[in-house]
C-alpha cells in the first residue's frame, strides 16, 4: 500500500507561478513511476506529467511543455510539480498518482487532490 498527500495548490494570478509536492509513504520501494494527473470542473481528468524513480525519464502534456517542471527527490519520497505561465485553463484539481509493482503484480495509487485556480 502507498500513500500520497498532495500540498501547495491555491489561488494565482495568470502568469504566475505554483509549486505542488506530493509526499509519498508505506511500501515506497514498489513505486516505479509517479504521476500528476489534473482534472477541470465538468471534465475527465488528464495526464500532466510523469517521472520514472529509476533512470529519471520524464513526460509531459504537450499543453505544459515549455511551462511546468516535474521533479522527484527520492531521500524525502517526494515529487514536485513547478507550474509557470499559468493560464486559466491550467484550473483545475491537481492529483497524484503512484505507479506500483510488487509481488502481488501493479497497482496505482492515487491522493486527495489539491485545487489550483488561476485567476485576476
Known amino acids: 500500500q502507498v500513500q500520497l498527500v498532495e500540498s501547495g495548490g491555491g489561488l494565482v494570478q495568470p502568469g504566475g507561478s505554483l509549486g505542488l509536492s506530493c509526499a509519498a509513504s508505506g511500501s515506497i520501494f514498489s513505486i516505479f513511476a509517479m504521476d500528476w494527473f489534473r482534472q477541470a470542473p465538468g471534465k475527465g481528468r488528464e495526464f500532466v506529467a510523469s517521472?520514472?524513480?529509476?533512470?529519471?525519464?520524464?513526460s509531459y502534456a504537450n499543453f505544459v511543455k515549455g511551462r511546468f517542471t516535474i521533479s522527484s527527490d527520492n531521500a524525502k519520497n517526494t515529487v514536485y510539480l513547478q507550474m509557470n505561465s499559468l493560464k486559466p485553463e491550467d484550473t483545475a484539481v491537481y492529483y497524484c498518482?503512484?505507479?506500483?509493482?510488487?509481488?502481488?503484480?501493479?497497482?496505482?495509487?492515487w491522493g486527495q487532490g489539491t485545487q489550483v485556480t488561476v485567476s485576476s
Open positions: 517521472i520514472r524513480v529509476s533512470g529519471g525519464t520524464i
Open positions: 498518482r503512484a505507479k506500483s509493482a510488487e509481488l502481488i503484480g501493479r497497482y496505482d495509487s
